[in-house]
């Protein structure tokens, strides 16, 4: 299986921050990776596919960037709506693996 | 718009069968260009994916749960079921269920459901 792990697990930032979180395959994964938000209590939310790919409705704030095993998910100004946790998905292969999550907090 | 949305029991005793299914309306499960994920997130923890069905019949599942694990199509109700037998507290869990594009990832989601593995 292809383990994914993200930093930080958690991070405190201000509204106008810019936020960056990483994720690394441990395998290559060539641009197989999606990020999703999730909001306490609600499904996660499809953000980037593809490693940089923009899903329709996401906000262009949201940018990512990778390929092989090193990928990052950057907000560029952080507006109060993104607090929520990210995580960052292969989709290289079956069993499509998740990252453990990164809490955005309000600082 | 499509949607999906899980229904099953919210409460399954240890060492049961628990099943839940995915209604799918505003499109077709048989849609040749989509596979159908089921994905669970214990309270407080992150996400796991359990496994994906094409409507086809073709299954993937997470080896860690593939042999509890059985993920099934009913193109006619336009649903997918999962089941996941001999259960402990360990699987209780929010289940998802999920539109799987290959490459892309989770596009759309249910909004989950609670089931508790309690006596």
């Known amino acids: 299986d292809i383990q994914m792990t993200q930093s930080p697990s958690s991070v405190s930032a201000s509204v106008g921050d810019r936020v960056t979180i990483t994720c690394r395959a441990s395998?290559?994964?060539?641009?197989?990776l999606a990020w999703y938000q999730q909001k306490p209590g609600k499904a996660p939310k499809l953000l980037i596919y593809a490693a940089s790919s923009l899903q329709s409705g996401v906000p262009s704030r949201f940018s990512g960037s990778g390929s092989g095993t090193d990928f990052t998910l950057t907000i560029s100004s952080l507006q109060p709506e993104d607090f929520a946790t990210y995580y960052c998905q292969q989709a290289n292969s079956f069993p499509k693996t998740f990252g453990q999550g990164t809490k955005v907090e309000i600082k | 718009q499509l949607q999906l949305q899980e229904s099953g029991p919210g409460l399954v005793k240890p060492s049961e069968t628990l099943s839940l299914t995915c209604t799918v309306s505003?499109?077709?499960?048989?849609?040749?260009?989509?596979?159908w994920g089921w994905i669970r997130q214990p309270p407080g923890k992150g996400l796991e994916w359990i496994g994906s069905i094409y409507y086809s019949g073709s299954t993937y599942y997470n080896p860690s749960l593939k042999s509890r694990v059985t993920i099934s199509v009913d193109t006619s109700k336009n649903q997918f079921s999962l089941k996941l037998s001999s259960v402990t507290a360990a699987d209780t869990a929010v289940y998802y269920c999920?539109?799987?594009?290959?490459?892309?990832?989770?596009?759309?989601w249910g909004q989950g459901t609670l089931v508790t593995v309690s006596s």
């Open positions: 999920a539109r799987h594009v290959l490459g892309p990832g989770l596009d759309y």
């Open positions: 395998q290559g994964i060539s641009s197989w």
């Open positions: 505003g499109g077709s499960i048989s849609s040749s260009s989509y596979y």
